[in-house]
């Protein structure tokens, strides 16, 4: 299945050079990766753009990596019934990293929180659910992105792997570690990506969310 991981792989980074934020931001004259933060993701298209903005940046980057994982799905449920859930899971890993390092431009794109999201939102409902939850309250509390999303993606770790060893996702005993290590690496590339916010949230100097005022 050496091969089938690779195609999955390969589609998922397919579906994520799908940039939603800079070519929403494009449409309106601005490269979103010369404007505030310089990231091509929902946060900077909402505090840049508005709210218009940033939903449709979260829409189309969450609906990317989900289309990765039901095409990945399509395509090997039936040649790999017990290793289908795991190639979905590479989908979804690569739909991230086309959204976080696009060729095109140059690799520079946005952190891959939407796109997780997705990939949660497809593979696990009931854990999205869950995933929503922390990140709405911590933002609602601190105002904090990225704390938010920090903690979303930690709170993904922990009700997949708990999911996974009690047989609730449906993988193969062949593939449980494996499966847990891919989850891992969301983890881990979400918090590569946010290391410069976490400095900042340290040091107690990290921007806060806010969002610029439609025109009228």
């Not at 911590?138 to 922990?158: E, G, H, K, N, Q």
């Amino acid at each position: 299945m050496i091969v089938a991981r690779i195609i999955a792989i390969a589609i998922g980074y397919v579906f994520g050079l799908f940039q939603t934020g800079y070519f929403y931001g494009k449409s309106q004259g601005i490269d979103i990766r010369k404007a505030g933060s310089g990231n091509a993701g929902t946060t900077n298209s909402l505090r840049v753009l508005g709210m218009k903005a940033g939903l449709i940046t979260f829409a189309g980057d969450l609906i990317k990596a989900i289309l990765a994982v039901v095409v990945t799905l399509l395509i090997f449920k039936n040649q790999y019934p017990e290793g289908v859930k795991l190639l979905e899971l590479y989908a979804g890993f690569g739909a991230v990293l086309g959204h976080n390092f696009p060729f095109y431009l140059n690799f520079r794109g946005g952190k891959g929180i939407a796109c997780t999201a997705g990939v949660i939102l497809a593979l696990f409902p009931s854990a999205a659910l869950i995933c929503l939850a922390v990140f709405l309250i911590c933002l609602a509390i601190t105002r904090y992105v990225s704390l938010s999303s920090i903690l979303m993606v930690l709170v993904f770790l922990t009700t997949a792997l708990i999911s996974n060893h009690y047989g609730y996702l449906g993988v193969a005993d062949t593939y449980l570690i494996e499966f847990d290590i891919v989850v891992g690496c969301f983890v881990a590339m979400a918090i590569w990506r946010h290391r410069a916010n976490i400095v900042r949230l340290i040091h107690g100097n990290e921007n806060k969310l806010s969002i610029k005022k439609q025109k009228q």
